[in-house]
């Protein structure tokens, strides 16, 4: 059987092969705008996940804290206006924590909730003394938040009794190692002796100086908040919806609660202005294909007048010539999309085997989303169509009488 | 008295209508061609030939009178009805052969019906075979028109022309490119196909010789019909 294209598509196909010169023009031009926006497409996705990544290493997507303390202060006798000054917050506890806990844990998107102390404390050792704090959590549910045992050098991450995880910035500076003693001491005179069962390194030489895990009972009595906590950290399924399930949570509770995405501000308006841009590149790149595609096909519609107007006088209609200059500039954007995803990957490939972080690892992975090629096939396409469009009215418009008069 | 393959009643063509310019080239054209007939348009350089052939072929409209096809009125058919009464009901042939370079001859052959139908089918390409081999090109069907000689380029247009039987051939100088052997062998053919399926054929020609061998001889002197006569007299 004789694989049989009807009579646009057929055309269309002919047309582009015979004009090999002008096919493999708008061709080159197509892929190579295609691979320029799928590979910064996908650099920059992937760079971007990687520093958000980086940065929820380390951070609940969503805290949940006490409400803050104001100080009132009435004006007038009335008490018609008042001001409200900030005042110091004082270590204090979410009121039923467990309630709200479970509040949240309810609600749609959050997958995980751990309750955790916190507070200011001195490690000491020997003559040294660092500034640390003192976190207290329920190490099974406290993974769920930060991947902790992702980041262990040594030992577990888990904590009971005084067996407590530190960080390996202040293991180094005290000169501790694994089951080591160590005292910490509290601004209320309180101290304890832990053992250290587990050391961790989170890549961020802050954290490793400061964090100590210890139990939730501990940290409560340490703290002088029995049966207290001082925040809820939580972890939403997409992170880009932490907002909202943030914005949710306070109206529900009038707690404090701030998400990821309010914390690292700055760094979500870099990440967007760098996706600005990357867009701004984007459409001046759809703009010069289109124009590249229409210009030559403008250019095919005129060489071709005569064969449009033969086939006019043939009984083809004036739809029919369109569709067989709709279908050239699809055809490119289509064939252009695919070389240029083949292209992006080729680029991907070298450049990630050139760029390599400090550590000797690629930059970025040479890996191409199958949502990118695909984002390619239906942009590229649908670029080509309406490329066309102009030459292709041009094209149906045509007088079939000049053509074959001449 | 069957009807007319078609009829014309004070058929006029103005260029340029309503500027400055405007050039009327012909003037109240009454004709009818029936079934089977065989007729050749004659006249001077200018004369009006094959403006007049092109707005039988529903290639251009008429400024004024009446053209009927088959006993149909064109005047109020659609862009679209005047498109596919023409792909389905006449057939070119033309000077220059006019075939598209980027198809086969079989291919040339097949659009007709690729176009009527929106797509080749077995029978179209049996058909479109049957006409080459009719034409004395099975051999080279499958040749690019540029791998043709002219004399060949033009049995290809005839083949074409004849792909869909039309009720009427069109042919503007069918043979004004060629020497007079090949011209003899092309109106030979045109002839022979005229007589095997009775339809209706009018021919452009400059050539009195082949003028004569036909039926009846039209004769076009700036834009009117000067006489109209059957050819033996
Ligand atoms: N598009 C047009 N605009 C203006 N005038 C035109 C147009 N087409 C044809 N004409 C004029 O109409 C007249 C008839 O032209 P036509 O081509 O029908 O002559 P013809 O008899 O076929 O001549 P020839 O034997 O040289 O082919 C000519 O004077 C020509 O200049
Ligand atoms: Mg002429």
């Known amino acids: ?39 910064l497409t996908q650099l920059i996705t992937q760079l971007q996940a990687q520093i958000v990544d980086r940065v ?11 409400a803050e303390e104001a100080n009132r202060r009435a004006i007038d006798e009335a008490g018609f206006a008042s001001i409200i000054e ?50 207290g959590v329920d190490a099974e549910r406290y993974r769920r938040i930060v991947r902790m045992e992702e980041y262990m050098v040594a030992g577990r991450f888990a904590v009971d009794g005084t067996r407590a995880v530190i960080g390996s910035e202040l293991a180094k500076d005290l000169g501790i190692r694994m089951d080591d003693k160590l005292r910490v001491a509290l601004p209320n005179g309180r101290d304890e002796l832990l053992q250290v069962g587990g050391i961790f390194d989170i890549g961020n030489k802050d954290l490793n100086r400061r964090w100590i895990f210890v139990t939730l009972p501990l940290a409560q009595s340490l703290l002088d908040l029995p049966g207290g906590v001082s925040n809820l950290d939580l972890t939403v399924a997409d992170i880009f919806e932490a907002q909202p399930v943030a914005d949710r949570l306070r109206g529900a509770t009038s707690l404090t609660v701030e998400s990821w995405m309010q914390t690292n501000a700055q760094l979500l308006a870099a990440l967007r202005n760098q996706s600005v841009s990357n867009n701004l590149i984007r459409s001046f790149v759809v703009i010069i294909v289109a124009l590249g595609i229409a210009s030559v096909l403008v250019v095919s519609v005129v060489q ?33 999309s695919i070389l240029g995803s083949a292209l992006a990957f080729t680029l991907l490939n070298v450049f990630s085997a050139i760029y390599r972080n400090a550590d000797g690892q690629p930059l970025f992975a040479a890996e191409l989303e199958p949502r990118f090629i695909a984002m390619a096939a239906v942009v590229a396409t649908a670029v080509g169509l309406l490329s066309a469009l102009i030459p292709a009215r041009r094209a149906a418009r045509m007088d079939p009488v000049q053509a074959i008069r001449s | 008295m069957t009807t007319p393959v078609i009829e014309l009643a004070g058929l006029t063509k103005a260029y340029n209508l309503g500027t400055p310019v405007e050039t009327e080239v012909l003037h109240g054209i009454d004709l009818s061609l029936a079934e089977g007939e065989f007729a050749a348009l004659i006249g001077p350089s200018g004369s009006g030939k094959s403006t007049l052939l092109n707005i039988i072929g529903l290639l251009e409209r008429p400024t004024g009178g009446r053209l009927s096809i088959g006993g149909r009125d064109t005047a109020s058919l659609s862009e ?20 598209l370079p980027a198809f086969t001859a079989l291919e040339n052959v ?124």
Do not use: Y
């Open chain 1, 1 to 39: 059987m004789k694989l049989r294209l009807p009579f646009a598509p057929l055309v269309a196909l002919r047309f582009l092969r015979e004009g090999r010169m002008q096919t493999l023009l708008i061709l080159a031009g197509t892929t190579g705008g295609v691979a320029v926006i799928v590979f």
């Open chain 1, 56 to 66: 929820l290493g380390s951070q609940a997507h969503v805290v949940i804290r006490p």
């Open chain 1, 86 to 135: 900030p005042r110091a917050q004082r270590l204090r506890s979410i009121d039923q924590w467990e309630n709200i806990a479970r509040l949240a844990a309810d609600m749609p998107g959050v997958t995980a909730v751990s309750p955790v102390v916190t507070g200011p404390a001195f490690a000491v050792r020997g003559q040294a003394s660092k500034s640390v704090a003192l976190m």
């Open chain 1, 304 to 336: 071709k007048q005569k064969e449009i107007g033969i086939l006019r006088a043939m009984g083809a209609s004036r739809g029919m010539i369109l569709q067989v200059f709709l279908i050239q500039g699809a055809v490119v954007g289509a064939v252009g």
């Open chain 2, 80 to 99: 679209a009805e005047i498109t596919q009464l023409r792909g389905r009901s006449i057939g070119f042939v033309f000077q220059f052969h006019h075939l």
């Open chain 2, 110 to 233: 097949m659009m007709p019906t690729i176009i009527a139908r929106g797509r080749a089918d077995d029978e179209a390409e049996a058909t479109a075979l049957e006409l080459l081999d009719a034409v004395g090109l099975k051999a080279h069907a499958l040749k690019k028109p540029a791998a043709l000689s002219g004399g060949q380029q033009q049995r290809v247009a005839i083949a074409r022309a004849l792909a869909l039987r039309p009720r009427l051939i069109l042919a503007d100088e069918p043979t004004g490119n060629l020497d007079t052997h090949t011209a003899d062998d092309i109106f030979a053919l045109l002839r022979e196909f005229n007589r095997q399926s009775s339809c209706a054929c009018l021919i452009v020609t400059h050539d009195p010789r082949l003028a004569a061998r036909c039926d009846r001889i039209v004769r076009l002197v700036d834009g009117r019909i000067a006489d109209d006569r059957p050819a033996s007299t």
